[in-house]
């Protein structure tokens, strides 16, 4: 399973990253610095995202559409 977590460094999310590492989880850590203490892991991909920073706020919005009522099962 592929997860992304975010607060990957503070008190709970390093134990939360730390448990899925060790069950074998793909782990996306997402920290305010793009740093954290945890060991390296082939497993562990570290990203920065800080969400005072301006830039980081913007989402792409894209449009939630239905469709076609003969698409539904």
């Known amino acids: 399973m592929k997860f992304l977590l975010i607060g990957a460094t503070d008190m709970i999310g390093s134990r939360i990253t730390a448990e899925a590492l060790s ?3 793909e782990v996306t850590a997402a920290t305010r610095s793009g740093r954290t203490a945890l060991p390296p892991d ?14 980081a706020r913007r989402v ?6 239905t469709p076609p009522s003969s698409a539904m099962p």
Do not use: E, K, S
């Open 42 to 55: 082939p497993a562990l991909t570290v990203a920065a995202l800080d969400a005072t920073v301006p830039a």
């Open 23 to 25: 069950r074998g989880h």
């Open 60 to 65: 792409r919005r894209q449009p939630v559409t």
